[in-house]
């Protein structure tokens, strides 16, 4: 089992940054590809970001790619994702993710899912 906790949502204004962190325990921490997702009210949940066992190799949404950055530290069992340049459809609960691969977190599935956090950016 692995438990995933994630923190630092909040509300902030277009523009603005926020840096989410995800502290995992349980099993292995560097066993797993880990990863960000969203989910806005109404829509399904979506992949943001996802990062291989080592960090080196990541993979962004499209919408994400050069604002957002995903990163892990090993040793802390915590996996981050920086988001700047947030805007208005931003907005949603981010989960962060664990899985056997970055192939498998992109496809929308996971092994372990986070309770979530809200990230809301106004306008």
């Known amino acids: 089992q692995v438990q995933l906790v994630e923190s630092g949502g909040g509300l902030v204004q277009a523009g603005g940054s926020l840096r989410l962190s995800c502290a995992a325990s349980?099993?292995?921490?560097?066993?797993?590809?880990m990863g960000w997702f969203r989910q806005a009210p109404g829509k399904e949940r979506e992949f943001v970001a996802a990062?291989?066992?080592?960090?080196?190799?990541?993979y962004y949404k499209n919408s994400v790619k050069g604002r957002f950055t995903i990163s892990r530290d090993n040793a802390k069992n915590t996996v981050y994702l920086q988001m700047n340049s947030l805007k208005p459809e931003d907005t949603a609960v981010y989960y962060c993710?664990?899985?056997?691969?970055?192939?498998?977190?992109?496809?929308?599935?996971?092994?372990?899912w986070g309770q979530g956090t809200q990230v809301t950016v106004s306008s």
């Open positions: 349980g099993r292995t921490f560097s066993d797993y590809a």
């Open positions: 990062i291989n066992w080592s960090g080196g190799n990541t």
């Open positions: 993710a664990a899985g056997s691969s970055t192939v498998i977190l992109r496809g929308g599935n996971a092994g372990y």
